[in-house]
């Protein structure tokens, strides 16, 4: 689980090490910045087709010499990300909701999802957010309409959702 660079970096150690984790929750994953050998897991050949691509990125996929492994769609995944984030399509946001509405993310029969949190900022997903003063972080761009303590309580309840949902998937599984 991880915010930003936290979610690039539990994309990747779930690629790299399928065995540490059992379900990846991503908030606002910074998608461009994961190792290809990740980010070509988690798009190719789900994006071929259709109005929404993905290529690998700004410089394409460079993965000379290394196996391609896929790991990261045989567990259920969550991606939340910002009303900010989702206008402006950053963290690839269009492209996960469009490999979640095609049934292409996670498992088939799995409970793999893409929210998007309304009236919330990049910053809403952290503490930063909370210790500033409201009026503040809306005057610096920091806090998005609603109060950041709401958007706090919708996270952490969608989140925790999905983990339970995930937790039981895997308790089954293993019966």
Known sequence: ???SFGGATALTAAHRRPDLASAIVCH???IDWIPDDARFDLFDGKLKSGDVRY???AGGYKLQGQKKVKNLHKKDMLFMFSQEWTEKN??????????RDRGELGPKEGISDCK???????????????????????EV????SRSPVDVAEDIAQ??????????R???NTAK
């Open 1 to 3: 689980m991880g915010h």
């Open 28 to 30: 606002e994953p910074a």
């Open 55 to 57: 290529d690998g990125g």
């Open 90 to 99: 950053w963290g690839s946001q269009k492209q996960i909701q469009t490999m």
């Open 116 to 138: 998007s949190v309304a009236g919330s900022r990049h910053q809403g997903f952290s503490d930063m957010a909370m210790m500033t003063p409201v009026w503040l972080g809306r």
């Open 141 to 144: 761009g920091i806090t998005g």
């Open 158 to 167: 969608r989140t925790l959702l999905f983990v339970e949902q995930a937790r």
């Open 169 to 171: 998937r895997v308790e």
